[in-house]
């Protein structure tokens, strides 16, 4: 058996306090926290499905690709004794795994059951929701134009319920050179986690091509993108700066970073930890937007803000642009294993912001 485990690009450097100095600028330092940020329902979910796994089952549990894409909560669930692999021939006959948040095509789950594993599967009730319209339009002979990042585990999943009735697009600019067989049966779906308005653009220009082409029944980009997006611009209109806190492979988070920049902040980084924060990003920044992805802990947003406090940051003002409630219950395989469980974190839902 090739046993390969996902490596962990940014290994977690030791925090250092002190390290960012508190220099003068001409105004008042503050922070611009928004609100909401950090983890949505399907990556609590699903990361409280392996905590859930790991005690009930015992170690190991094998999951397949990360459970969502933050290092630092996969190198904290590899301290629980969950292995993150690539794919289900990795894992021993009888093991269990879970699916992560993002979703699988459906030969990955038939892999699964063809090795006898005990499979959870942690994909997003929101993403599974995309699914099941790709599905519903290949039955009804439509081809679907699937707007999102070639490789992405989300659009590999989706693509594969369909595979002979999904064209990938890319941007916009793919839009030109897209080939359809109707022009008149053409709908479009997208992956959950991307940039809204460039989404739109891409619909539009789509549209333009073929004045047939059918909406999704409801929005695909999911309300916990939506949602940190529409903050992270109201905090750049005052923003000079922006910090993201969330992973290199993490759409969303990504996505973050482009919307501060598309309005109004001078300048916006993206780091794992407080502590890749450079000094001279602050030199002469008056006011300091914080925010993280969907898939991000709130304890890295306030090792952040603590580090800001030491560089002068102590005012922190929260612009909230939404309430978010909303609760996934957990996979299916694990409370049918789980009766009699009665804590909250059953139920999935904690770390509100
Ligand atoms: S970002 Fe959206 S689709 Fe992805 S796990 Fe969170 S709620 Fe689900």
């Not at 190991?60 to 190198?75: A, G």
């Not at 269990?96 to 990955?108: K, T």
């Not at 699937?146 to 890319?170: D, K, N, Q, R, S």
């Not at 916006?268 to 937007?289: H, M, P």
Request: net charge negative.
């Amino acid at each position: 058996m090739n046993e390969t485990i996902i490596s962990l690009p940014v290994p977690r450097i030791p925090r250092q306090r002190g390290r960012l100095k508190n220099t003068p600028v001409v105004g008042h330092k503050r922070v611009l926290l928004a609100a909401p940020r950090g983890y949505c329902a399907g990556v609590d979910r699903a990361v409280v499905a392996v905590e859930k796994a790991l005690e009930h089952y015992g170690a190991p549990v094998y999951v397949r690709k990360q459970i969502v894409h933050n290092i630092h909560v996969v190198s904290t669930l590899e301290e629980q004794g969950a292995i993150f692999v690539d794919e289900v021939d990795q894992v021993p006959a009888g093991a269990h795994i879970v699916f992560s948040a993002h979703g699988v095509a459906p030969s990955v789950v038939q892999a699964a059951a063809e090795r006898g594993l005990h499979a959870i599967d942690a994909t997003c009730p929101l993403v599974t929701k995309v699914h099941r319209e790709a599905v519903r339009f290949a039955r009804d002979d439509f081809e679907i134009l699937l707007i999102g990042h070639e490789g992405h585990e989300e659009v590999e999943g989706t693509a594969g319920e369909a595979p002979e009735h999904v064209t990938l697009v890319g941007s916009p600019d793919d839009v030109d050179t897209i080939q359809v067989r109707d022009p008149d049966k053409v709908v479009w779906l997208s992956q959950t986690t991307l940039s809204v308005d460039e989404t739109m653009e891409t619909v539009r220009r789509l549209r333009e091509r073929f004045p047939n082409l059918q909406d999704p029944p409801s929005d695909d980009i999911c309300y916990a993108t939506q949602n940190r997006q529409v903050a992270i611009k109201k905090v750049a209109e005052e923003a000079e700066l922006v910090i993201v806190v969330g992973s290199a492979n993490s759409s969303n988070s990504v996505r973050l970073v482009e919307v501060a920049l598309e309005n109004g902040a001078r300048a916006a980084y993206r780091v794992d930890y407080a502590n890749e924060v450079k000094q001279e990003w602050l030199d002469g920044v008056e006011s300091v937007g914080v925010t993280s992805g969907a898939s991000v802990p709130e304890v890295l947003v306030q090792e952040l803000l603590d580090d800001l406090a030491e560089a002068g940051y102590t005012d922190v003002q929260r612009v909230k642009t939404a309430e978010e409630d909303l609760m996934f219950s957990l996979p299916k395989e694990l409370r049918k294993d789980l009766t009699g469980a009665r804590d909250e974190r059953a139920l999935g839902g904690r770390n509100r912001s």
